[in-house]
């Protein structure tokens, strides 16, 4: 299986500041069609998780700007240009390329 | 709008089986797949298999092998999970998740069931 790394496991951000998170894969995620098969999700308290980033660095439908992915092969960031209160919970990263598919352990970014 | 709705928290002894439905809303069900994945209290997410409302095919995580059976009813756009022999660490709650064909991506998901299997 695919072994997903998320760095750190939990953040704590002032509003208004920047944060990152890292993933990374024990195999390359970059598939033979040329995309890349890493996702990025936000479980927000009490909440079944939301999508935010798909195929490395495409943020998904009414997701704010402010969110960013970036990365390849098997080194993966998630970026929030400035937090806001509403981006507290658990972030992961998961991968689709290989079965079974993986998610990271989770980051979770609280505020200060 | 695009809804996935499950049916409610089950109580269940080792041994036995549950059966969780996901129905769907908003979209032309078989124009899509569904995914399972479940959480554990307090832990991370754990993908669990996936079926294509398309043509019923399915992809199931190697640890779930033997136990676990999705299946889809187009004509009510429902969805099913069962999960046979239950354990005490299959506990968890299950989420279904539209998963986007050849995308790979989940959404929406579905609010949730609760599972426990407590003796």
């Known amino acids: 299986d695919i072994v997903m790394t998320q760095t750190p496991l939990s953040l704590s951000v002032t509003p208004g500041q920047p944060a990152s998170i890292s993933c990374k894969s024990s195999?390359?995620?970059?598939?033979?069609?040329?995309?890349?098969?890493l996702y990025w999700y936000l479980q927000k308290p009490g909440q079944p998780p939301q999508l935010l980033i798909y195929?490395?660095?495409n943020r998904f439908s009414g997701v704010p700007d402010r969110f960013s992915g970036s990365g390849s092969g098997t080194d993966f960031t998630l970026k929030i240009s400035r937090v806001e209160a509403e981006d507290v919970g658990v972030y992961y990263c998961?991968?689709?390329?290989?079965?079974?598919?993986?998610f990271g352990q989770g980051t979770k970014v609280e505020i200060k | 709008q695009v809804q996935l709705v499950q049916s409610g928290a089950e109580v269940k002894k080792p041994g036995a089986s549950v059966k969780v439905s996901c129905k769907a809303s908003?979209?032309?069900?078989?124009?899509?797949?569904i995914s399972w994945v479940r959480q554990a209290p307090g832990q991370g997410l754990e993908w669990m298999g996936w079926?294509?409302?398309?043509?019923?095919?399915?992809n199931y995580a190697q640890k779930l092998q033997g136990r676990v059976t999705m299946t889809t009813d187009t004509s009510t756009s429902t969805a099913y999970m069962e999960l046979r022999s239950l354990r005490s660490d299959d506990t968890a709650v299950y989420y279904c998740?539209?998963?986007?064909?050849?995308?790979?991506?989940?959404?929406?998901w579905g609010q949730g069931t609760l599972v426990t299997v407590s003796s």
């Open positions: 998740a539209r998963l986007e064909l050849g995308m790979d991506w989940f959404d929406p």
């Open positions: 079926i294509s409302a398309y043509n019923g095919n399915t």
């Open positions: 998961m991968q689709s390329i290989q079965l079974p598919w993986t």
């Open positions: 195929e490395v660095s």
């Open positions: 908003g979209y032309t069900f078989t124009s899509y797949g």
């Open positions: 195999q390359s995620l970059l598939h033979s069609d040329g995309k890349t098969y």
